[in-house]
């Protein structure tokens, strides 16, 4: 996780998550702000970095935008928020 931000800018930063699978390493990267109240949020849930490559039921390669649900999906089922929140209590 990296982030910026003070008492008068709202904290910024980005998120990478990775990992291995049997076709290799795999990534997923995304910005997000840090709002009033504790709630952490994407910057824009269209602009996930990822080298995944989702296929459709026939094999065939989605394009980017059908596959952009995926990712949502994906990074909505990860704890990163609880994670950003954390890091940015202990600043």
């Known amino acids: 996780m990296l982030a910026t ?53 026939d094999g065939e390669v989605l394009a980017p935008m059908e596959s952009v649900r995926q990712l949502n999906e994906i990074v909505h089922s990860l704890p990163w928020q609880h994670e950003v929140q954390r890091r940015l209590s202990s600043h």
């Open 5 to 57: 931000g003070d008492d008068q800018r709202p904290f910024v930063g980005q998120t990478l998550w990775s990992g291995e699978s049997e076709q290799g390493a795999a990534g997923l990267a995304w910005d997000w702000v840090f709002l009033p109240y504790g709630v952490v949020a994407l910057v824009d849930p269209l602009s996930l970095v990822t080298n995944l490559q989702f296929l459709s039921a």
